[in-house]
């Protein structure tokens, strides 16, 4: 199982690899992309908090990244944190999920990416519950529900 400490090293030595790797050019991704869905995942962007209704569905599915089809969580995971961002405990398999330091906005968090095609999903925070005690912000406009 993924703790803290796992991420801190993915972050700083690399991530697991992934099963397969999309690359695409950044033409590719804005026509496949709509506006909002390009700036939050290929750009690093945040959606208003509360601003989807994904934070208070809680019906079981599987939760696939919105740019490859990567499946990344499942909703057996996902819990409300009261931060207005969908949260999961763990993603649905170890190497789905990419880590990434980020020292932005003055603080150093660890960002989550689609470990298949590198997109911004959100952050993970060590406050999240047990097991993992890890917390997974996504944001909705990164994820879309398959199952």
């Not at 290929?42 to 079981?60: I, M």
């Not at 931060?83 to 999920?97: D, L, M, R, Y």
Request: charged share 25%; aromatic share 10%.
């Amino acid at each position: 199982m993924l703790n803290w400490n796992n991420l801190i090293q993915f972050a700083r030595t690399g991530n697991p690899e992934p099963d397969k790797k999309v690359v695409k050019t950044e033409a590719e991704w804005k026509a496949q992309l709509t506006e909002e869905q390009y700036r939050i995942t290929r750009l690093k962007g945040t959606e208003r908090p509360h601003s989807s209704e994904l934070c208070s569905l809680f019906e079981p599915g599987i939760y696939a990244c919105v740019c490859c089809d990567t499946l990344l969580f499942d909703g057996s995971e996902k819990f409300e944190s009261g931060t207005g961002w969908p949260s999961f405990t763990q993603p649905i398999k170890e190497n789905a999920v990419g880590y990434v330091k980020d020292i932005s906005f003055g603080m150093i968090r660890i960002e989550a990416v689609c470990n298949t095609c590198d997109a911004h999903l959100g952050h993970v925070f060590p406050d999240g519950p047990e097991p993992s005690g890890l917390r997974y912000c996504m944001n909705a406009v990164s994820l879309k529900k398959m199952k």
